[in-house]
């Protein structure tokens, strides 16, 4: 099986796309996200797809903009729609100044969702592989992740999808190459700054040395976490729907006897099921989760506040959510 196979057949299984879809691609020049772009090139036709690329010029460095017109010549070559951004004008972007990582991820994210606005799409297309996938469990296991974050990234979240997760870095590297397909190299990978660059330099080829085995043990692993997470995301689906209460105005009130009898591990779930549907903006920390816990736990009412303009209200054994002046449940 070829590596367009393996991947036809890893997007089919996880439904990542269907027919006459509008998909935008994270486009940044690099050999992951230009195999993307030739991947799903590929599969226009059979799915009658609309391909829009989109790069965000992040200007970190001063030959950032050799990476812009390299995209530009690549879609201009295969007849590609191609959107580009200069971070420093993208509205409520984090500053250029502001070279972390984490911000970004956030200017890519603006920029992608502004995007799937503009043009209806579908979905994202990310170019994460395996190895990426790798990289991010490390990352959340340092920084004490639960499960749900140990599972890493999933095929399809939300808007965006990641068909390449399925096969590891060297494999498309390999087919650009042998295809003589061109593609940019980030400098900044190979600096050690950034605390994935230095998993990826140092912790990934020790152990492949100290045990060949390890990636194919670790995608087992991770199935088998995946699995596990998936299970315990219908279980607490249907306990949320069997304790809650819909109301009126289409928010929810909660049984509070029963959600003090569960489980803490439940408890946490169902806490960020919650606030999620009720599409609350929240940390998601374990600190912030506990401070909940302790005041559902406390045997007296009253209220806890989420952000200035919410809190959550114990009243008569129920569990809701109001605003700050107005209580949203009609309590």
Same mark, same amino acid.
């Given at each position: ?14 439904? $990542? ?31 009658? %797809? ?9 200007? !970190? ?6 990476? &812009? ?95 390449? %997760?399925?096969?590891? #870095?060297?494999?498309?590297? &390999?087919? $650009? ?25 140092? %912790?990934?080829? %020790? $152990? ?5 085995? !390890?990636? #194919? ?26 304790? &809650? ?28 099921? !919650? ?6 903006? @929240? ?11 302790? @005041? ?16 959550? #209200? ?5 569990? @809701? ?11």
């Amino acid at each position: 099986m070829n590596l367009y196979q393996t991947l036809d057949a890893y997007v089919q299984n996880h439904a $990542l796309i269907a027919a006459n879809q509008t998909i935008i691609i994270a486009l940044s020049g690099g050999p992951d996200s230009v195999f993307l772009l030739h991947y799903l090139v590929h599969l226009q036709k059979t799915y009658n %797809l609309t391909l829009i690329a989109a790069h965000l010029d992040h200007e !970190w460095r001063t030959t950032s903009v050799d990476d &812009a017109r390299f995209c530009e010549q690549l879609c201009a070559r295969l007849g590609i729609t191609l959107v580009m951004q200069k971070l420093s004008a993208l509205p409520g972007s984090p500053s250029p100044v502001a070279k972390t990582e984490e911000m970004g991820r956030i200017a890519r994210r603006i920029f992608f969702e502004q995007l799937t606005t503009t043009y209806n799409a579908h979905s994202v297309a990310l170019a994460h592989h395996h190895d990426d996938q790798q990289e991010t469990f490390f990352i959340r296991l340092m920084r004490g992740a639960s499960l749900t974050g140990l599972c890493s990234m999933r095929p399809h979240s939300g808007i965006y999808i990641r068909p390449l %997760l399925a096969i590891d #870095k060297k494999d498309i590297v &390999a087919f $650009l190459d042998a295809h003589n397909y061109a593609y940019v190299i980030d400098p900044t990978n190979a600096c050690d700054v950034y605390l994935r660059n230095r998993l990826r330099n140092n %912790l990934m080829p %020790l $152990l492949q040395e100290i045990d060949p085995r !390890w990636q #194919k043990n670790f995608a087992k692993t991770l199935e088998q976490l995946q699995e596990t997470e998936q299970f315990l995301e219908k279980f607490t689906i249907t306990l949320f729907n069997d304790f &809650a209460t819909l109301q009126p105005d289409g928010t929810y009130r909660l049984n509070l006897a029963v959600m003090r009898a569960m489980d803490k591990v439940m408890q946490y779930r169902l806490l960020v099921y !919650w606030l999620v549907r009720e599409q609350l903006p @929240f940390p998601v920390s374990q600190g912030f989760l506990d401070e909940l816990i302790r @005041f559902i736990m406390h045997p007296h009412g009253g209220t806890h506040a989420l952000t200035p303009q919410w809190q959550i #209200k114990k009243e008569k054994n129920s569990l @809701f959510i109001q605003t700050t002046t107005t209580i949203k449940e009609g309590s």
